[in-house]
């Protein structure tokens, strides 16, 4: 089994700047990409951004050269360093990872509130 929990999340005026991370820990070979969807009250959760294990990115239009992922392979760990925050960036934050154990499974944490205030 995998855990990924994510941290940094919280409330930030419009403008400013949030810093997420996600560690994966568990029975873990390898994993693949690592990534971070959104999800805001009454609306479908979106990709926000992903990064591949060989460091390839997409983000999605709407925070293009605002947001930035990166990951320490290492550590396991993927961030997701956010500015220009913008009211319409407020959801949940989840985090999500293509992990190799025998098999590839697919592993979502808890998710993190980020609130941005006008």
């Known amino acids: 089994q995998v855990q990924l929990v994510e941290s940094g999340g919280g409330l930030v005026q419009a403008g400013g700047s949030l810093r997420l991370s996600c560690a994966a820990s568990?029975?873990?070979?390898?994993?693949?990409?690592m990534g971070w969807y959104r999800q805001a009250l009454g609306k479908q959760r979106e990709l926000v951004a992903r990064?591949?294990?060989?460091?390839?990115?997409n983000y999605a239009d709407s925070v293009k050269g605002r947001f930035a992922i990166s990951r320490d392979s290492a550590k396991n760990t993927v961030y997701l360093e956010m500015n220009s925050l913008k009211p319409e960036d407020t959801a949940v934050y989840y985090c999500?990872?293509?992990?190799?154990?025998?098999?590839?499974?697919?592993?979502w944490g808890q998710g993190t509130q980020v609130t941005v205030s006008s």
């Open positions: 568990g029975s873990i070979e390898r994993i693949m990409s």
């Open positions: 999500t990872a293509d992990v190799i154990w025998i098999s590839v499974k697919n592993y």
């Open positions: 990064i591949t294990s060989g460091g390839s990115t």
